[in-house]
């Protein structure tokens, strides 16, 4: 980071409804909770150690910049359900830049463990506004029973890659 732009800088703010496009749609309104799904760029799947690093990566910013509900890392993909803070001057900090950074430090730590280079995920990401309460729960349901789901666990609990939010602020 440029010397002269400060950590509020790093991450810009939203204080009304935007729609952006890649290839897919992605809406931030200020306030909203998301769930959120990205893939790793194929053919790879990730080892114990880099899920863990995933994780690692986007604990780092709970309670700083979003508050993290839930999230589980997969051996080729990734959950979550966060909702990105409001400021002092209540604005919210921009849900793209924020994956962004996650995809970009755990990228690095992972390609470090490697010792490789390149893309780890795809450049894309899934995100979808949570309309109310009983959206959240099924999307936070879908969060934990994907382990299970995919036969890597039989309980939720049991798998070290998923999170879930003590205090959930909903």
Same mark, same amino acid.
């Given at each position: 980071?440029?010397?002269? @732009?400060?950590?509020?800088?790093?991450?810009?703010?939203?204080?009304?409804?935007? /729609?952006?496009?890649?290839?897919?749609?992605?809406?931030? %309104?200020?306030? *909203? !909770? #998301?769930?959120?799904?990205?893939?790793?760029?194929?053919?790879? &799947?990730? *080892?114990? /150690?880099?899920?863990?690093?995933?994780?690692?990566?986007?604990?780092?910013?709970?309670?700083?910049?979003?508050?993290?509900?839930?999230?589980?890392?997969?051996?080729?993909?990734?959950?979550?359900?966060? +909702?990105?803070?409001?400021?002092?001057?209540?604005?919210?900090?921009?849900?793209?830049?924020?994956?962004?950074?996650?995809?970009? #430090?755990?990228?690095? +730590?992972?390609?470090?463990?490697?010792?490789? +280079?390149? *893309? !780890?995920?795809?450049? &894309?990401? #899934?995100?979808?506004?949570?309309? %109310?309460? /009983? &959206?959240?729960? &099924?999307?936070?349901?879908?969060?934990?029973? %994907?382990?299970? @789901?995919?036969?890597?666990?039989?309980?939720?609990?049991?798998?070290?890659?998923?999170?879930? *939010?003590? %205090?959930?602020?909903?």
């Amino acid at each position: 980071m440029p010397k002269d @732009k400060s950590a509020a800088d790093f991450f810009p703010k939203v204080t009304s409804f935007t /729609a952006t496009r890649r290839k897919l749609p992605h809406w931030q %309104n200020p306030g *909203s !909770v #998301y769930f959120i799904t990205w893939r790793c760029k194929n053919p790879q &799947e990730l *080892s114990n /150690a880099e899920r863990t690093i995933t994780l690692e990566s986007i604990r780092f910013w709970d309670r700083q910049h979003w508050l993290l509900f839930a999230a589980v890392i997969m051996p080729d993909h990734v959950h979550l359900l966060a +909702q990105p803070m409001a400021t002092p001057d209540d604005e919210y900090t921009n849900l793209g830049k924020i994956i962004k950074s996650i995809k970009s #430090y755990s990228a690095r +730590q992972i390609n470090r463990l490697r010792d490789q +280079q390149g *893309s !780890v995920w795809q450049p &894309e990401r #899934y995100d979808r506004i949570v309309r %109310n309460d /009983a &959206e959240f729960l &099924e999307k936070w349901q879908y969060i934990r029973n %994907n382990p299970i @789901k995919a036969g890597l666990a039989v309980h939720p609990e049991d798998y070290p890659w998923l999170y879930e *939010s003590i %205090n959930p602020i909903w």
